[in-house]
């Protein structure tokens, strides 16, 4: 299953809700998960299962979606949320997304 | 805590091996359902998973570079191996291990490999 991220590059404002877009080839069955990555480091797990908030990660990261099209949503953008996001599925097979770079304006 | 760290030669020439080593702790492979896996990311690009084994011993490989890699586990289950054969520039990249629960949830901090002459 081949993943399209849009938009490949993202640049908002402290405060602003963001949305970025995962679209899978085929149909995903909700084993979606989120990675955000600083620059500099490993990833880090956001989101799994589409929905599930991993353990630490603050209430204003949130997952949605089903089928072939997911989302992921920061509901009010913090400067420490500067990093590249990817989407990964392991419905068949592990393939990972080509990242959205999220930057502050 | 689970931590898990890689290990390799830094820099290494064409058509050489590269040897790859993960040390982790928190956990046990030998533990029904424990899997580790290898995920690769050249500088500036996305990742590519390569390669993970279970608790039981068995291996599953990424199908576009199978025939090139070899990943095993030591005796003591807390240590992960994965060799490479045959590597050229465009396997120059950060390597790294996790932890996998269908997803991984657990990550090293990842090695720098540099194949270079």
């Known amino acids: 299953i081949q993943l399209t991220q849009s938009p490949s590059l993202l640049s908002a404002s402290v405060g602003d809700r963001v949305t970025l877009s995962c679209k899978g080839s085929q149909n995903i069955n909700n084993y979606l998960a989120w990675y955000q990555q600083k620059l500099g480091e490993a990833p880090k797990l956001l989101i799994y299962?589409?929905?599930s908030l991993q353990t630490g990660i603050p209430s204003r990261f949130s997952g949605s979606g089903s089928g072939t099209d997911y989302t992921l949503t920061i509901s009010s953008l913090q400067p420490e949320d500067v990093a590249t996001y990817f989407c990964?599925?392991?419905?068949?097979?592990?393939?990972f997304g080509s990242g959205t770079k999220l930057e502050i304006k | 805590q689970v931590t898990l760290k890689e290990s390799g030669p830094g820099m290494l020439q064409p058509s050489k091996t590269l040897s790859l080593t993960c040390s982790f702790s928190?956990?046990?492979?030998?533990?029904?359902?424990?899997?580790v896996s290898w995920i690769r990311q050249p500088s500036g690009k996305s990742l590519e998973w390569l390669a993970a084994?279970?608790?039981?011993?068995?291996?599953y490989y990424n199908p576009s570079l199978k025939s090139r890699l070899t990943v095993s586990k030591d005796t003591s289950n807390t240590q992960v191996f994965l060799k490479i054969t045959s590597v050229d520039i465009a396997d120059t990249a950060t390597y790294y291990c996790a932890r996998i629960k269908g997803y991984f949830d657990y990550w090293g901090q990842g090695v720098m490999v540099t194949v270079s002459s």
């Open positions: 299962n589409t929905n």
């Open positions: 928190g956990f046990s492979l030998s533990t029904s359902g424990m899997v």
């Open positions: 084994i279970d608790w039981d011993g068995d291996k």
């Open positions: 990964y599925q392991y419905n068949n097979g592990l393939t």
